[in-house]
C-alpha cells in the first residue's frame, strides 16, 4: 500500500509514498510494516498513533517513534494491509496493484513480452514494470509500459495475462 518516505518534522513524524489514490491507507486501523528486507519479510502488525495529510502527503505517526533519528530508520520500510480488508472494485476497469504483479504480458500478436514485476506512478497515470525474459547469457530486460487505454488492450484476471499493444523490439 506504501512505503516510508523520509521523516516529517522533529516528533517521529513520517511521510508515506502511497500506492494507492487519495489517502487509502488511512481508511485502515491496523497496518503491517516489514522490519526486515525484500528477501526476508518480516511483517508485524501496528496501529498508527495519528494519520494525516500535509500538502497532499499521506503522513504517520507510529508507535514507539519519538524522533526524527527513528523516524529516519523507517525510510524504505514497506506497509502492507491484508487483502481481505480491500474494498471491493468499483468496476471492471479497475485494478489494484497486487492483482496486475505476475500477470504475464502478451502484445496483439501473442508473443510473450515478459510478466508484470511492478508499476510505478509518474502521476498523470501509472507505468507497467515488465521484467522480459533474458536471452542467452543476458540480464533480462525492463519494459516500461504506459498503462492508459491506448497501449492496454485488456486485463484477463482469470486468464493471469495482460494484453497490449506493444512490440517487442519498442
Not at 35 to 62: C, F, M, N, Y
Not at 77 to 89: G, L, N, W
Amino acid at each position: 500500500m506504501a512505503h516510508v518516505k523520509e521523516p516529517y518534522g522533529l516528533k517521529g513524524w513520517v511521510k508515506l509514498y502511497s500506492y494507492s489514490e487519495e489517502l487509502g491507507l488511512a481508511g485502515f486501523e491496523q497496518w503491517w510494516v516489514n522490519q526486515g528486507s525484500e528477501s526476508k519479510p518480516d511483517w508485524r502488525a501496528t496501529e498508527p498513533d495519528e494519520v494525516g495529510e500535509h500538502s497532499g502527503v499521506l503522513i504517520a505517526k507510529l508507535p514507539g517513534v519519538e524522533d526524527r533519528d527513528a523516524a529516519f530508520a523507517l525510510k524504505g520500510r514497506q506497509i502492507a494491509v491484508p487483502r481481505s480488508e480491500f474494498p471491493e472494485r468499483r468496476n471492471e476497469d479497475e485494478f489494484y496493484w497486487s492483482d496486475l504483479i505476475g500477470l504475464e504480458v502478451k502484445n496483439r500478436q501473442d508473443e510473450l513480452l515478459g510478466v508484470v514485476d511492478g508499476l510505478l506512478d509518474l502521476g498523470p497515470h501509472e507505468v507497467l514494470r515488465v521484467k522480459a525474459p533474458a536471452v542467452g547469457d543476458a540480464k533480462p530486460q525492463e519494459i516500461l509500459i504506459p498503462f492508459v487505454a491506448q497501449y492496454i488492450d485488456a486485463v484477463e484476471l482469470g486468464n493471469k495475462v495482460v494484453k497490449v499493444d506493444w512490440e517487442q523490439d519498442f
